[in-house]
């Protein structure tokens, strides 16, 4: 069974610009959170989505982020703008119930 | 509000040594769920262990083993006779019985030696 895939593997922007991270579940998970963590400290929620429905945004930290999850199947999270205070890990995770099985994330680098 | 200490920010060891790594968390629920999850070099985080607040059995598999103690607030994880791919950064996360977010430990970089 194929595990949690995340795209691209690293990015590297300009301040300003657009990014967009995919995330592609482990099938028949309806469950699907993005994290992130920021150089030196500790990996944060963002938002959880069940099915195509945002379940809890609480860890977004502001407008310039978008996620969505178009059919409840793979989702996006876009920045835009970058500010370089983005740079981090990306984290997508997805579950059935309790336990989250996390990607590889994306390394995103802001400059 | 909820908390996840890992004080151990970097530990080195050398091979074949048993090492332990803290891990101490704050809660006000009474059902909760903690977890282990390890990070290798290639960076995806892999799910080790959950237990829930109302299992306080210890749990081992294999060369790991986990021991927790509500008494104590902590959830602590030792390898025995480490190895050199245990070297990764751990982190230990709880979780609410009532929601599902994860709050994380900063993580613990453990280096095995040769």
């Known amino acids: 069974e194929a595990g949690v895939t995340q795209f691209p593997s690293h990015s590297v922007i300009e301040k300003g610009q657009t990014v967009t991270l995919r995330c592609d579940p482990i099938?028949?998970?309806?469950?699907l959170y993005w994290y992130r963590r920021v150089m030196g400290k500790e990996i944060k929620f963002l938002l959880h989505f069940v099915k195509e429905s945002k379940q809890d945004e609480s860890g977004m930290p502001n407008n310039r982020f978008l996620a969505e999850r178009t059919g409840g199947t793979y989702s996006t999270l876009k920045v835009q703008p970058a500010e370089l205070e983005d740079s981090g890990v990306y984290f997508c995770?997805?579950?059935?119930?309790?336990?989250?099985?996390f990607g590889p994330g994306t390394r995103l680098t802001v400059l | 509000a909820q908390k996840v200490t890992q004080a151990q920010t970097e530990i080195s060891v050398v091979e074949k040594e048993d090492v332990t790594l803290d891990c101490v968390y704050e809660t006000r629920d009474t059902t909760y769920y903690l977890f282990w999850y390890k990070q290798p070099p290639s960076g995806e985080l892999v799910f080790l262990i959950r237990?829930?607040?109302?299992?306080?059995q210890n749990e081992i598999s294999g060369r790991y083993s986990w021991n927790f103690q509500k008494s104590t607030s902590s959830f602590n994880f030792t390898i025995t006779a480490s190895q050199v791919v245990d070297s990764a950064v751990y982190f230990c996360a709880l979780k609410q019985g009532s929601n599902y977010k994860l709050t994380f430990g900063k993580g613990t970089l453990l280096t095995v030696n040769p």
């Open positions: 099938s028949g998970h309806d469950n």
């Open positions: 995770a997805s579950s059935i119930r309790d336990t989250q099985y």
């Open positions: 237990r829930n607040s109302f299992d306080e």
